[in-house]
Each structure stands twice: as structure tokens, then as C-alpha cells.
């Protein structure tokens, strides 16, 4: 499928098939395009959590506003962000450098510097949230070019799901995506996207 294709076809979905669990191996299957995003530094500060436990997906509905496709569609992938990704993958990214790049012990010290820079922490949260949006993106692509349906969601209290899924402090959750199989006989499409006026401008 052509990427205009994908992008033309893919719908936030609100009605799923309930049920449905994917398999391991599909949902590493839908990771293999996300591994192809940009990030800085190739950091890739990004993990993907697949939760298909009922009674886990109930305590995220519960402070997610109660929105029933997370319930229904049996697959929540939560994408959490490592704030501290500067200092945590900081080696495997020198070794990349060095090795694919070819810089010198100069430039490595460079970027050990700007990498373990002790930045204020809403600088390190906008970094990893611009990072993660960019896998984001691939994900629901990905997850559409396979056949499946997805339904990206920001609306859940980030302090309460940190505390339900025992997440380590620098770990941010950044976004909740829906994924599953588009319920049958029911169309998201009277819902279409939103025209957006004035896309660009020329400076």
C-alpha cells in the first residue's frame, strides 16, 4: 500500500470489535516501520506498551473519562517517553556515532557533552514529547497498513496512569493508542477529518 494510501485511509476508529487480541508477533510486526523514525540523536527515546489485561485496560478506562473503546478494543498501546534518554542511552549512541559516522574522539566529547547536558526538566519532557510524536505517527501508519484500526487518545490523567502501570519517574506517558479490528457493519467516515484552513505560509 502507497504511503497517500495509508495516510488517506487511516481513521481515529471508536468502534471496535470486541474481543480481539493481537498477537506478539503482529504487534512486533507493526514496531518494524516505527524503528525507521527520526529522532535526535537516533535516540529513539520511545517505548511501546501493549496492555490487553482486562482488568488493567478497566483502571486506565476509569481515569482515561470513561471512553469505552478502551475497553472494546481489547489492545491499548500506552507510548511512554524517557525523559533521561541523554544519560541512559548515551554509550549506545557515542558507539553509533563513532562506528556508522565516523566521528572523532573530539566530536564524541561533543556530543557526550550536549547529550549529558543538564537541562530544566520542561526542556528534557518537550524534547521527548517531539520525539515521541514522530513515532506516534509511524505506529498508526504502520498499524493501518496492516489492516488494522487505530484510535490515538491524550485524554487521561498522565499522574494516575504512571501510578497504575508502576512507572519508573522518568518515564513520561505521552499518548494512549486504541488498536484492534474496526467493528463490523458500524463507519467512523461521517466523521470525517476537519479542513484546515490556512495550511501553510511563505515567508
Known amino acids: 500500500m502507497e504511503l497517500c494510501d495509508v495516510a488517506n485511509r ?5 468502534h471496535f470489535e470486541t474481543g480481539f487480541k493481537i498477537s506478539i508477533s503482529e504487534f512486533e510486526a507493526i514496531l518494524q516501520l516505527v524503528r ?7 535516540a529513539q527515546p520511545w517505548k511501546f506498551l501493549l496492555i490487553q489485561d482486562e482488568m488493567l485496560l478497566q483502571k486506565v478506562h476509569e481515569i482515561a473519562f470513561k471512553q469505552d473503546h478502551i475497553l472494546e478494543c481489547g489492545n491499548l498501546v500506552v507510548l511512554l517517553g524517557d525523559r533521561e534518554f541523554g544519560v541512559h542511552d548515551c554509550d549506545r549512541i557515542l558507539e553509533e556515532w563513532k562506528e556508522i559516522r565516523g566521528f572523532s574522539e ?4 561533543a556530543l557526550k557533552a550536549s547529550l549529558m547536558r543538564d537541562r530544566p526538566e520542561w526542556q528534557k519532557r518537550e524534547m521527548v514529547i517531539r520525539n515521541c510524536s514522530l513515532a506516534a ?11 488494522y484500526a487505530t484510535c490515538p487518545m491524550m485524554g487521561f490523567s498522565q499522574r494516575k ?11 513520561i506517558p505521552i499518548l494512549l ?11 467512523d467516515n461521517p466523521f470525517p477529518r476537519k479542513s484546515v484552513k490556512e495550511l501553510y505560509e511563505v515567508r
Open 10 to 14: 487511516r481513521t481515529s476508529c471508536h
Open 106 to 109: 573530539e566530536q564524541l566529547e
Open 137 to 147: 505517527m509511524s505506529f498508526l501508519f504502520s498499524a493501518t497498513e496492516k489492516g
Open 177 to 187: 493508542i486504541c488498536l484492534g479490528k474496526q467493528q463490523d457493519g458500524v463507519s
Open 36 to 42: 525507521k523514525t527520526p529522532s535526535g540523536y537516533n
Open 161 to 171: 496512569l504512571k501510578k497504575i502501570l508502576s512507572l519508573e519517574e522518568h518515564m
